[in-house]
T-cell receptor
Framework: DAEITQSPRHKITETGRQVTLACHQT?????MFWYRQDLGHGLRLIHY???????NKGEVSDGYSVSRSNTEDLPLTLESAASSQTSVYFC??????????FGPGTRLTVT | AQSVTQLGSHVSVSEGALVLLRCNYS??????LFWYVQYPNQGLQLLLK????ATLVKGINGFEAEFKKSETSFHLTKPSAHMSDAAEYFC??????????WGAGTKLIIKP
């Protein structure tokens, strides 16, 4: 069965360190998205991609970057982790305007 | 700009009672609409979707939603709540650029 996976599931890091969160989908979807979820803020879009070599900024992209070198993967990098980036991160994928399929999430704590 | 409003951040119902979670959207064109469910410490799972076919949409776990264009609403219902329905529910509308516009979520609490 097709799926979308995220790793690690939990991560603790220190302020200032670079962190990369992995997202891998086997749906063969062109569209991929990264969200963060925080109490009181719902889901907020960080970055998204419509295909290989395409990346776009979402509403809360400062301090984050992504790259898309193949269809399956969209890693999210925190260039210099800050305590404000402590959150739960979700990756999702979709085809066209259809529904998005979500990964299980990564809980990131920045100390 | 498109927006989605979910009325009530928390909704509490008794086990066996009707569940009604409200969602209103603003869109200048007929949208695709979605309801997702999130159980604790899990990702979001699609409950049901409206894609301009039947206005009454049936989903998983006994949930259904009715698209009412005149009211710009897409409320989620279930005739009889189970304890296992306790979760957070999100309404979303598709944007022209394939993004989803999300509601803030409604936490459903089931009282025994």
């Amino acid at each position: 069965d097709a799926e979308i996976t995220q790793s690690p599931r939990h991560k603790i890091t220190e302020t200032g360190r670079q962190v990369t969160l992995a997202c891998h989908q086997t749906w063969n979807h062109n569209n991929m998205f990264w969200y963060r979820q925080d109490l009181g803020h719902g889901l907020r879009l960080i970055h998204y991609s419509y295909g290989v070599q395409d990346t776009n900024k979402g509403e809360v992209s400062d301090g984050y970057s992504v790259s898309r070198s193949n269809t399956e993967d969209l890693p999210l990098t925190l260039e210099s982790a800050a305590s404000s980036q402590t959150s739960v991160y979700f990756c999702a994928s979709s085809e066209g305007a259809s529904e998005q399929y979500f990964g299980p999430g990564t809980r990131l704590t920045v100390t | 700009a498109q927006s989605v409003t979910q009325l009530g951040s928390h909704v509490s119902v008794s086990e066996g009672a009707l569940v009604l979670l409200r969602c209103n959207y603003s869109s200048s064109v007929p949208p695709y609409l979605f309801w997702y469910v999130q159980y604790p410490n899990q990702g979001l799972q699609l409950l049901l979707k409206y894609t301009s076919a039947a206005t009454l949409v049936k989903g998983i776990n006994g949930f259904e939603a009715e698209f009412k264009k005149s009211e710009t609403s897409f409320h989620l219902t279930k005739p009889s709540a189970h304890m296992s329905d306790a979760a957070e529910y999100f309404c979303a509308v598709s944007h022209s650029n394939y993004q989803l516009i999300w509601g803030a979520g409604t936490k459903l609490i089931i009282k025994p």
